[in-house]
């Protein structure tokens, strides 16, 4: 089942908001080709998710600047790690069994909704001017 996004997710900053559907819809797509067992597919879909996490992350953090967000040094180095851990998967999951795949997909999924939740959320009071 496609992940959908919900009002509850919304930072209330149209561009990371933007950023998020957009990471939410190319996970979706990441889903939809493991379905296919298309090996092009998955490594395409695979390739676009880490260039786009890369984008948003150097947007998010300049915004991050903009608006003197007091934890931008821990969310960055948050972004480093995941950056990190993409990588790896992906190295480690290239030319590999579809079975295995499918547990990046749980791990995809599991990120993207804890980072967006549990940290980007962290920035919503400072996007809204109510602190910083």
């Known amino acids: 089942m496609p992940i959908e996004w919900r009002d509850r997710l919304s930072v209330g900053n ?3 908001d933007d950023d998020h559907k957009a990471l939410i819809g190319i996970v979706n797509e990441f ?3 493991l379905t296919t067992k298309d090996a092009e597919e998955v490594e395409d879909v695979f390739r676009r998710l880490l260039t ?3 984008e948003h992350f ?3 953090e300049a915004l991050q600047t903009a608006i003197h967000f007091p ?4 969310h960055k180095e948050e972004h480093l790690r995941l950056k990190w851990a993409l990588s790896d998967i992906h190295e480690q999951f290239v030319g ?8 990046l997909k749980d791990l ?3 990120w993207l909704l804890h980072h967006i939740v549990e940290e980007d959320m962290k920035m919503a009071p400072y996007l809204k001017g109510g602190r910083g």
């Open 58 to 60: 150097e947007r998010e």
């Open 52 to 54: 786009y996490t890369e």
């Open 14 to 16: 149209d561009m990371v």
């Open 31 to 33: 889903e939809h080709a």
């Open 108 to 110: 995809l999924r599991d």
């Open 71 to 74: 934890e931008r040094k821990a």
């Open 96 to 103: 590999k069994e579809y079975g295995s795949l499918s547990e």
